[in-house]
């Protein structure tokens, strides 16, 4: 291949300082509102941790183009590994930096209930990526590089999750009679109305007669050192990603690779050589991937030990001291993972909404009994999904890729079906591609490999009913397009 | 604004996508490289970057030569020369 002609912008100089003064008004504008958060109380640093590392996870997503929906996407539709590899990359350097974490005592990770449902709400999901052309975080940086599309689709991720997890109506008669029973078993209290609303059966009948655990647990060595590094650490995270490595490797890169480096014989060194030429051909994505996958670890750590600091488990016990007590749920919490996570705030976002809209959904067990519904304002995890929309748009400010992109009749359909698809499957499978995934199998947890195998499933389905339409499209254009 | 694919000259021809985001920017792309014969030249216009990354590694893969790469105001626009 020759070498590539680049011409970045015509007036570099010019352009070029008014973007990066544009971009560092976007951090001055996150400086002065952390600045104001603390002088109202200091505590409030609790919540600035989620909107710094969230701030620092939409610089890294935008500067990798790091979109965990094209990375099983993009395998089916244009065969290209680029994202998958990322994602490996950052699993990784994830699981490294949660077990120094966990063996530092700061972990806030709790394993995800596995069953049936895993598989079909994220197949559900990866269906909905497709069409949105990005995950839930991907739609986060997207919007901060000006994308309306991405816009919509947050919207409906949040508003589908809200009305999910809290509608009620004939489909309650739907639900197997025993999780009913089961449900009604919990001893809950009344005002939760836990037979009343198919999530609320689906939750307190059948989700939480599951059990979730990491490797660890199950081969009874959790709380010790080899537990965690050699169950939770190799066998759960490492090894399934140097499969996955090589099986991409295999499947979508060697033929190219070896075509390109004229090697018809190769030796164990050129595949190896190979695996690593795949791993680096994106340095952009690779860089991201281990950025990404150590921060992630580190916020973890860094909430945790705040937890301890303030002698806490949950934001709701600080918002509380603080004199905030509007919308935490019963037990006084309110959504905390302390860890990266998405759309659980959203859901909270849309159910607020709906809530002021005079819908009255705090008789579920999602918003009423786990997450609450807090103002937007004291939403913690909230302003992390903000910080990643803020420091995409740093990143694309600074890189001059930032442009308002309005959608047609056909995106915002894509956005608004897509999205809602996304946020259906979030909910039935506890939590998107980051809490149900990225956050799982990093912390010893295999439900997530789960998570993963029902969103490839999803996905290459979305795939084909994806080229089917835009087959379609392009016939119908055939004259003016000729593709 | 919608899509458009147009032969420009004898040997080269320009899409452009912008307006779309993933995953419509690569699938056409692909699409359209599948349309030109060897040797022709492919101009491709569009405004979504993460599809770029994408776009590049399919060239790599398949042998085509992204030669020039333009990038001004948020729109990319890239020249193929199809393998």
Known sequence: MNAVTENVGANPGGLLRKSILQSMAVVLFVIAGSAVALSIDTRFVYLLVYVWFGLAYGILLQYGRFCMASAVRDLFAVKVPRMAVGVMIAVALYSIVAAIVTISGFSTFHPNAMGWHIVIGAAIFGFGIVFTGGCASGSLYKAGEGNMNSMLVIVAISFSQAIVVTASGWWDNLVPQHWIDSAMAKGMPEELSVTKGWFDIFTAGYVWDLKGTTTAELLGAAGTKTGVIVYNTLITAILPVIVILVALYLLYYRKSYLRRTKNANPALKDEFAGIWAMCTSSKNTAIAGIGLGILAGLHMYVTGALREHYGIFNFGELLTAMGYTGGLSIQDTVFDPGYWYITTQEAQWGGWVLHKLGIENMDSIYFGLDNGLPNPLLNAPGFMSIGIILGAAVMALARKEFKWKTPTLETAFFAIVGGTLMGIGARLAMGCNIGAFFATVTNGDPSGWVFLIGMTIGAYLGVKVFTWWMDRAAAKMEAGCGL | ?83
């Open chain 2, 1 to 83: 604004m919608a899509m458009s694919f147009n032969q420009t000259s004898e040997h080269e021809w320009k899409l452009d996508v912008c307006g779309y985001t993933c995953p419509h920017p690569q699938m056409y792309t692909k699409k359209a490289m599948q349309k030109i014969a060897a040797g022709d030249v492919l101009t491709l216009v569009f405004d979504n970057p993460s599809s770029g990354e994408s776009i590049a590694a399919m060239c790599e893969a398949e042998g085509n030569d992204l030669f020039e790469r333009t990038e001004e105001g948020g729109s990319f626009v890239w020249k193929i020369r199809k393998g």
